[in-house]
């Protein structure tokens, strides 16, 4: 009885990395269809998880910590990424509007920041990728797993 309440347990702190991925995946799908969505649901399923599991079992409450941790981190990142992508197709429409300057011009600086773009979100989910399966995998063995470049906010 024993090992099935902790095998239970550890699925459950599994599966709050796990869902946080397939949120991503969620979102990435809903991107594609052509619907320009941003819901922090990577950080709505975890924490859904972590609330109704984490007063029966106290590895779940650290795990599901530790990936709200990360997610909200990767939320903000990707947040600030935006902004400044947002202030720079500003700016450099503004530049060309003031300068008069050729459309070719505006062109090119938004093809290259659709190129970085794409290349960002391919980057970012590699590593929510190997990340989260990391942690996942690590969080079932009953191991301890500290996500890299997260801020603590939940304690």
């Known amino acids: 009885m024993r090992k099935q309440v902790q095998k ?13 991925l397939v949120a991503w995946l969620l979102l990435f799908g809903l991107v594609f269809l052509g619907i320009p969505l941003y819901l922090p649901l990577n950080i709505l399923l975890p924490l859904v998880i ?24 990767l939320t903000l990142y990707t947040l600030v990424v935006i902004i400044f992508s947002l202030l720079l197709v500003l700016g ?25 773009w794409t290349f960002l979100i391919f980057a970012l989910f590699l590593l929510q990728s190997f990340l989260v ?3 996942g995998i690590k969080a079932y063995h009953g191991e301890h797993y500290r996500y890299p470049l997260t801020m603590r906010i939940l304690r």
């Open 8 to 20: 239970q347990m550890r699925t459950w702190a599994m599966l709050c990395h796990l869902s946080a």
């Open 50 to 73: 972590w609330r109704l599991k984490k007063a029966k079992y106290p590895w779940i409450d650290f795990q599901g910590r530790e990936s709200l941790n990360f997610q909200i981190s």
């Open 133 to 135: 399966t990391f942690a």
């Open 92 to 116: 450099s429409c503004g530049i060309a509007i003031t300068t008069n300057g050729a459309v070719n011009e505006v062109k090119s600086v938004l093809d290259g920041l659709l190129l970085v």
